[in-house]
């Protein structure tokens, strides 16, 4: 089993923790949807695994290498609310580089686990749209975590 301190150095030097802006269209409207994840990308996919297995979420996956002279590269995705709360206040303590942007996702969790999963209300969707206020509160987190991440800042 690979140490917290272990993963949150990982994470700080080849992992990513963002929101993801989803667009979704049916018969009667568009909805857009926020929703936040992790990603650790690295060519050894061993030591995702093992990352993997400890954190007890996740998925590993492979992308074939781009130019002949580069290595395959592998990417563990921790997707869902629930997970990456779970992921982040575990290693929280432990950032250098991402903590500042961790902290900010963590203080936004009221806007995510606000029970959207749960059917009900709408008959064409099955699921009541969210309050414009959460919408909101989501996108300007997503606007935040892009501007953190962009390459150079």
């Known amino acids: 089993m690979i140490s917290k301190q272990y993963i949150a150095g990982f994470f700080d030097a080849d992992g990513c923790v963002s929101i993801i802006k989803s667009k979704y269209t049916n018969s009667k409207r568009a909805t857009v949807r926020y929703n936040p994840v992790i990603f650790f990308t690295n060519t050894n996919i061993e030591v ?12 590993v ?6 130019k002949l002279h580069w290595k395959n590269r592998s990417v ?7 997970a ?3 992921v982040l206040e575990k290693l929280v303590d432990f950032l ?11 203080q936004h969790k009221i806007y995510f686990a606000d029970g959207r999963s749960l059917k009900h209300g709408n008959q064409y969707t099955g699921v009541r749209p969210l ?3 959460i919408v ?3 996108k300007e987190l ?3 975590c892009k501007e953190f991440n962009r390459k150079g800042s």
């Open 84 to 86: 990456v709360f779970r």
């Open 142 to 144: 997503y606007d935040w």
């Open 136 to 138: 909101q509160k989501r």
């Open 48 to 59: 995702l695994q093992e990352i993997k297995k400890t954190l007890e979420c996740g998925s």
């Open 76 to 82: 563990l995705q921790i997707a869902g609310y629930k």
């Open 96 to 106: 250098v580089i991402k903590k500042p942007l961790a902290e900010k996702i963590l």
């Open 131 to 133: 309050p414009k206020n």
């Open 61 to 66: 996956y492979t992308h074939k290498k781009v």
